[in-house]
């Protein structure tokens, strides 16, 4: 069975950075895609960024420019710097995890996950 396992959340400062990590327990064969989604209160989950195991990536325009993100298939562990922190980045961010690669248009769609993790934080302080 595969869990998500997010870490990196926390208190942060506007026009600073932060890294948040997720980690897979359990065995996901490959192909398989990770993907950020983000959600604060009052509005929807939206997308952030997606990779695959081949290393195909998508980001969102609103982290272009200001991330770094990458997936470590060794140990399978999905790391999204973002520098430049805005105060719309507060938000609750998960891990999604699905077997299979995503598509330019399923990518930033969350039914087309099937695994979650159960959040991290990212709050700033007023």
């Known amino acids: 069975q595969v869990h998500l396992i997010e870490s990196g959340g926390g208190p942060a400062k506007v026009g600073g950075s932060l890294t948040l990590t997720c980690e897979i327990s359990?065995?996901?064969?490959?192909?398989?895609?990770m993907a950020w989604f983000r959600q604060s209160s009052g509005k929807e989950r939206e997308a952030v960024a997606a990779?695959?195991?081949?290393?195909?990536?998508k980001k969102a325009d609103f982290v272009k420019g200001r991330n770094r993100f990458s997936l470590d298939t060794s140990d399978v562990t999905m790391s999204l710097q973002l520098d430049n922190l805005k105060p719309e980045d507060a938000a609750t961010y998960f891990c999604?995890?699905?077997?299979?690669?995503?598509?330019?248009?399923?990518?930033?769609?969350?039914?087309?996950?099937?695994?979650w993790g159960q959040g991290t934080q990212v709050t700033f302080s007023a």
């Open positions: 359990g065995v996901i064969y490959d192909p398989y895609s």
């Open positions: 990779i695959d195991s081949a290393g195909r990536t």
């Open positions: 999604a995890a699905r077997l299979g690669r995503f598509s330019d248009s399923s990518w930033a769609d969350s039914a087309h996950y099937t695994y």
